[in-house]
């Protein structure tokens, strides 16, 4: 059987595998032994890249935040407190955003955050002692409803039985008389003559 190669076939592997390679430090980009290794290697790593790379983005933000609000005289930690408090829904990226590109829409969001709640705007005003004795005062007790009265039950079937009580006594009976056993007749023994025995002579 003859041997079969490849051609074609291996050429275009190895120029798609040193294409992927393009841009590596010295025979990494070059030969295809030394490129395949690099290549699968590096696919390794931007699977783990890809995950770090959320971090660091998030970790440069949170630094332009805080530059920012330390410029104000606010704590980064505050700022946040803050705006989840009043229910402002900015994330970290476009909060990074307004502090480098829009000063003034960054200085209103910290106005927000640093403005007293609602709640503790308003006085909270005391009662006067006359209104706040007769809440303390216990309240009357009030007499409870007359019960009404039930209405008769219609007479049933053990209503009709008679009661215990008036049951009679039940009475004694007595015994009845056994009948008298009948006495066998006596058997009369028939009696009959002797004969008289061939060598004895009769009796006269």
Known sequence: MPRVRKGAAR?????????????????????????????????????VGRKLRKRDFRRLWITRISAACRQRGLLYSRFMHGLSEKGVVVNRKM?????????????????????PPADAAAPVQEPPPEV??????PAPKERPAAKKPRAA????KAAEKPSPATKKAPVAKKPAAKPARKKPAATRKKT???????????KQ
């Open 11 to 47: 050429a275009r592997k190895h120029k798609k595998t040193l294409k992927a390679a393009r841009g590596m430090i010295g025979a990494a980009s070059r030969r295809y032994r030394v490129a395949i290794e690099a290549w699968l290697r590096a696919g390794r790593y931007a699977t």
């Open 95 to 115: 909060l990074a955003e307004m502090a480098v590109a829009d000063p003034g829409a960054f200085d209103r969001l910290v106005a927000v955050a640093t403005s």
């Open 132 to 137: 706040a004795e007769a809440e303390k005062a």
């Open 153 to 156: 039950k219609p007479a049933t």
């Open 192 to 202: 009959a003559a002797k004969k008289p025995k061939p060598d004895e002579p009769a």
